[in-house]
């Protein structure tokens, strides 16, 4: 009876010491999960819709509501009647207007710039 008690004993300290770096190794990741994964990264969103208890309808006009605008607009807005852009912006054509904004590169642009 000994040697069986005396044998599980030493193997469950065996495994014991063999398995511990598993369960810390565990319990410390949980919380780097938590925070990144969960919270930094938004996997929260699916229970946030499940708990959140708005219907279809009501979802879809927050999404709309919530919606960014990523249209094009040029950097400035004249706001006054006497403002310099005011003027250069009523004496242009649509060609003029479209290579005037820095940010958009049309065919004849990149064909002076090459040559």
Do not use: C
Not at 9 to 25: A, L, P, Y
């Amino acid at each position: 009876m000994f040697h069986i008690t005396n044998y599980m004993r030493e193997t469950n300290v065996w495994m014991i010491r063999k398995m511990r770096w598993i369960f810390w190794s565990a319990v410390l990741f949980l919380p780097f999960y938590r925070n990144v994964y969960w919270d930094y990264l938004g996997r929260r969103t699916a229970w946030k819709d499940y708990f959140s208890g708005l219907t279809e309808d009501e979802k879809k006009a927050k999404a709309e509501s919530e919606r960014a605008n990523w249209g094009f607009n040029p950097r400035y807005q004249a706001k006054y009647d006497f403002s310099i852009k005011t003027a250069k912006y009523a004496n242009q054509t649509r060609a003029d207007e479209l290579n005037d904004m820095p940010r958009l590169r049309t065919k004849d642009t990149k064909e002076e710039e090459l040559g």
